[in-house]
């Protein structure tokens, strides 16, 4: 049974960092396409990040040069550095994995290539 588990979320206020991580288990992904979502209240789902074994990565233009994707293949996890973080960040953040080892840069942030996903951990920033 494959699991994630999201933790590292939390209230900060605008500026602050937070570092979420995402342990997998039951699954092998090492070389596989994983992400980070978020959706805000009322929100659609969007892609944050993307990453896959070579250290290829994807990022939404909203968090370039302030979010970071990275994975620990032999810890299985996976984790999100936010710094800089402003109230628009306010949301919850799920991890995901995909079935795929490549993947088209349009579609690295799209949920619908994912198959496997957490429950969630929330980040709420303040002004």
């Known amino acids: 049974q494959v699991q994630l588990v999201e933790a590292g979320g939390g209230s900060v206020q605008a500026g602050g960092s937070l570092r979420l991580s995402c342990v997998v288990s039951?699954?092998?992904?090492?070389?596989?396409?994983v992400a980070w979502f978020r959706q805000g209240a009322g929100e659609e789902r969007e892609g944050v990040a993307a990453i896959v074994r070579d250290g290829d990565t994807t990022y939404a233009d909203s968090v370039k040069g302030r979010f970071t994707i990275s994975r620990d293949t032999a810890k299985n996890t996976l984790y999100l550095q936010m710094n800089t973080l402003k109230p628009e960040d306010t949301a919850m953040y799920y991890c995901?994995?995909?079935?795929?080892?490549?993947?088209?840069?349009?579609?690295?942030?799209?949920?619908?290539?994912?198959?496997?996903w957490g429950q969630g951990t929330e980040v709420t920033v303040s002004s």
């Open positions: 039951g699954y092998i992904y090492d070389s596989k396409w």
């Open positions: 995901a994995c995909s079935r795929w080892t490549a993947v088209a840069p349009p579609l690295r942030l799209r949920t619908t290539t994912y198959d496997y």
